[in-house]
């Protein structure tokens, strides 16, 4: 059973925007703190961002800290990721995430996954 579907990817320039979606079931959005993670090529999946199940706080990697929002719309049960200043090395596979506890850095610990979507950045 799919639980959590991301949209979004594609395609930027440096310096360009994309915004990443995540549809999750109603029972996920309500009980699960969510995440992005992302993954490229030949490296290990790395936390992104995070936000809590009310929505009421948030914290980021360093690395895309004052560049990525994440935010949450309660009433579509949809997460995204707002990104912008992109950089050529935030080209990765992103992966929407769902888990019981707020502190989801260690993507080992990890409950739920979306299956991903691909954002290319290029020069």
């Known amino acids: 059973q799919v639980q959590l579907v991301e949209s979004g990817g594609g395609l930027v320039q440096a310096g360009g925007s994309l915004r990443l979606s995540c549809a999750a079931s109603a029972r996920i959005f309500s009980n699960y703190a969510m995440g992005w993670f992302r993954q490229a090529p030949g490296k290990e999946r790395e936390f992104v961002a995070a936000?809590?199940?009310?929505?009421?706080?948030?914290y980021y990697a360093d690395s895309v800290k004052g560049r990525f929002t994440i935010s949450r719309d309660i009433g579509k049960n949809r997460l995204y990721l707002q990104m912008n200043s992109l950089k050529l090395e935030d080209t990765a596979n992103y992966y929407c995430?769902?888990?019981?506890?707020?502190?989801?850095?260690?993507?080992?610990?990890?409950?739920?996954w979306g299956k991903g979507t691909r954002v290319t950045v290029s020069s």
């Open positions: 936000i809590r199940w009310s929505g009421d706080s948030t």
């Open positions: 995430a769902a888990h019981r506890e707020y502190e989801m850095r260690n993507y080992k610990d990890v409950e739920l």
